[in-house]
Structures are given as structure tokens and as C-alpha cells.
């Protein structure tokens, strides 16, 4: 399975230079956690720009020290970001550096270790969610079933737009997404092999939650 099996308007991956060459030293087993960390963020940034890349603008004007010229601002869009707990707040930092007054919401959810099914024991959301485009992080996209989980919970506060961004990401759960939700955008930098008997992804890159806060 590759990206060409998903709609492109719904499914991306980041092919940039910077975010493969990035990635490969995220996937490293001998990258060590403040690295790891490091990496993360960065590459928060660099989804997170091609994730707003469609927000409408509108004209303002400026006064330049030489003249007053129309220039663009992007046209009312607000953002809420929802990391998926505990390793989505690695991804936080990064989207907040470009979008700052960004509202934050959290949804907390573990894997069972034997069903692998999602439980979730936290979610407290911005009171305006509804207004917001939201963008949901989470480094690693394995069954689906914490994403489709927060996907659930947003729609069901109203939420219209909502996009999820994720690192590496298996097949298997890129087609869960999306076949939950037909709204919903979803953008990664890599669509890797396959689930392991244990739900990790192949070739992957281990437990993100571990690696991000030095757990392991
Ligand atoms: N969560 C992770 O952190 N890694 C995987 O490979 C799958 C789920």
C-alpha cells in the first residue's frame, strides 16, 4: 500500500528534503532523547505550515516607512491544537511557534497493552471549539483508534474543521481515519509498512511517548 491508495485531498505526506532527512535521524535507535525531542518539534513546524497552507487571507493595509500598500493577513482563522496524550505534546511547541495565540485542548487516551484498544481518562477543550479549525497531534498513527476516538469527541463539540498530523503513520490506520470520518484532512511525513502483533509500526519508531520523555 503507498499514498496513492488514499484520496490525495484528504491524505498527504510531507515529501520535503528537510522533513525525510529529519525523520530518518527521528528513526534512529541511537538518536538520543533531547535530540529526539529537538526533532519532534521541528518537525511539528514544518507539517503544521503545509497543514494551514489553504487558510484564507484578506487584504489590510500597512504604512511601510515609505508608503501605505495592501498587503494580506490570513482572514479570521482560529486554531485550537489537540495533542493526543502523553506523546502528541511533543508536537505542541512546533505548531505554537506558528500560530501562537493557538488555543490548546487535550485528549487522554492509553492503549490497552493486550486488546490495543484506545481508553480514554482525559478531554477538556477550548469553550469555543466549534469556531475553530482544529489540528490534532499525535507522532504516531498505528490502529487509528486514538485518533478516531478525539476525531468523535470533536464532531460530537461541534467541531467542522479538523485536521490531524501525525509522523509516521501504517496503512492500517490511515484507512481507519478516513474511512471514519469523510471530513476529515489528515497530513504525515511517512506511510510506513505495516502493524507489528503488537501494534507498533513497521519499520516505525518505537514508542514516540517513551523516546520524547526518556521512559525507556
Ligand atoms: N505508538 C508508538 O509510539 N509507536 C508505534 O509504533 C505505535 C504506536
Not at 134 to 146: F, I, K, R, Y
Request: aromatic share 6%; proline share 6%.
Amino acid at each position: 500500500m503507498d499514498s496513492r491508495d488514499f484520496d490525495p485531498r484528504r491524505f498527504e505526506v510531507i515529501e520535503h528534503p528537510l522533513v525525510q532527512h529529519k525523520l530518518s535521524i527521528l528513526r534512529d535507535k541511537d538518536t538520543g532523547t533531547k535530540q529526539f525531542r529537538e526533532l519532534v518539534t521541528e518537525l511539528a513546524v514544518f507539517e503544521g505550515y503545509e497543514a494551514m497552507r489553504d487558510f484564507p487571507l484578506e487584504d489590510v493595509e500597512v504604512d511601510t516607512p515609505l508608503e501605505r500598500t495592501t498587503c494580506k493577513r490570513i482572514a479570521g482563522k482560529k486554531v485550537a491544537i489537540i495533542p493526543i496524550l502523553r506523546a502528541g505534546l511533543g508536537m505542541v511547541d512546533g505548531i505554537l511557534t506558528l500560530t501562537p495565540s493557538a488555543r490548546v485542548g487535550h485528549v487522554g487516551m492509553y492503549r490497552d497493552p493486550v486488546t490495543h484498544e484506545p481508553h480514554q481518562y482525559y478531554c477538556k477543550f477550548p469553550p469555543d471549539i466549534d469556531k475553530r479549525t482544529c489540528l490534532v497531534v499525535d507522532p504516531m498513527l498505528a490502529t487509528g483508534g486514538s485518533l478516531t476516538a478525539a476525531i468523535k469527541f470533536l464532531r460530537d463539540a461541534g467541531v467542522k474543521d479538523i485536521r490531524c498530523l501525525t509522523l509516521v503513520s501504517a496503512p492500517e490506520g490511515v484507512k481507519a481515519v478516513l474511512d471514519f470520518d469523510p471530513e476529515v484532512r489528515l497530513f504525515t511525513c511517512a506511510l510506513d509498512r505495516q502493524l507489528n502483533e503488537s501494534a507498533y509500526i513497521l519499520p516505525g519508531l518505537g514508542d514516540a511517548g517513551d523516546r520524547i520523555y526518556g521512559t525507556k
